[in-house]
């Protein structure tokens, strides 16, 4: 289908390790969202693209997190050196624009050791 | 920043009942966003509205801006109905969305 699509879907990786994440909208989709769901905090956004406009990153929870979104359609989110307190299910969603019903991926559930 | 307040946290009910999860939030919005999270599935969007009313099926979303309250119902219920249901805005001038903790729903046969 031509759905959010998000790899890995799972990945393990020790303490300290770098990450990357990836994430490919639907096509045609302008913006693009990174939120992390965690068991005790729930779903909180990260990250905002819009077409070619400067990301909003004022949820990235430290300077460890980075993401860009290249061509104005994949994105990936990285994690520098991860802690254990990192570990979640990063989720992406995108939408035809800002405002508009956001279509989820299936998340990459990360599990830092 | 918005606080996102969702009640119940958790809803048990028989199956045919007639549901209703309420939702408020502490600043003006651009968007109100209801989504939906079978266990172990992922996110899907059941509605999103910034005034009134809207309907899909046996669901139904309406939001009060003036009172800052939105209610999320569902008719008819059927044990597929269960799953987690999260209320989201957008506002105060954020670009993400702010989320509620979620209505754990189990609808028994």
């Known amino acids: 289908g031509a759905g959010v699509s998000q790899s890995p879907s799972n990945k393990v990786t020790e303490k300290g390790k770098d990450v990357e994440l990836r994430c490919d909208p639907i096509s045609g989709h302008t913006a693009l969202y990174w939120y992390r769901q965690s068991l005790g905090q729930g779903l909180e956004f990260l990250i905002y693209f819009q077409g070619n406009s400067a990301p909003d990153k004022s949820g990235l929870p430290s300077d460890r997190f980075s993401a860009e979104r290249t061509g104005g359609s994949v994105s990936t989110l990285t994690i520098q050196r991860t802690q254990q307190e990192d570990s979640a299910v990063y989720l992406c969603?995108?939408?035809?624009?800002?405002?508009?019903?956001?279509?989820f991926g299936d998340g990459t559930r990360l599990s830092i050791l | 920043k918005n606080e996102v307040e969702q009640s119940p946290q958790n809803l048990t009910a028989q199956e045919g009942e007639f549901i209703t999860i309420n939702c408020s939030y502490s600043v003006g919005i651009s968007a109100l966003h209801w989504l939906q999270q079978h266990p172990g599935g992922g996110i899907v969007s059941l509605f999103m509205l910034s005034s009134g009313k809207k309907k899909h099926g046996r669901l139904i979303a309406t939001i009060n801006i003036q009172e800052k309250h939105s209610s999320l119902h569902i008719t008819a219920s059927h044990p597929r109905d269960s799953a987690v249901y999260i209320c989201?805005?957008?506002?105060?001038?954020?670009?993400?969305?702010?989320f509620g903790k979620g209505t754990h729903l189990i609808i028994q046969p």
């Open positions: 989201a805005v957008r506002g105060g001038g954020a670009d993400g969305l702010t």
């Open positions: 969603a995108s939408s035809q624009q800002r405002d508009q019903p956001q279509h």
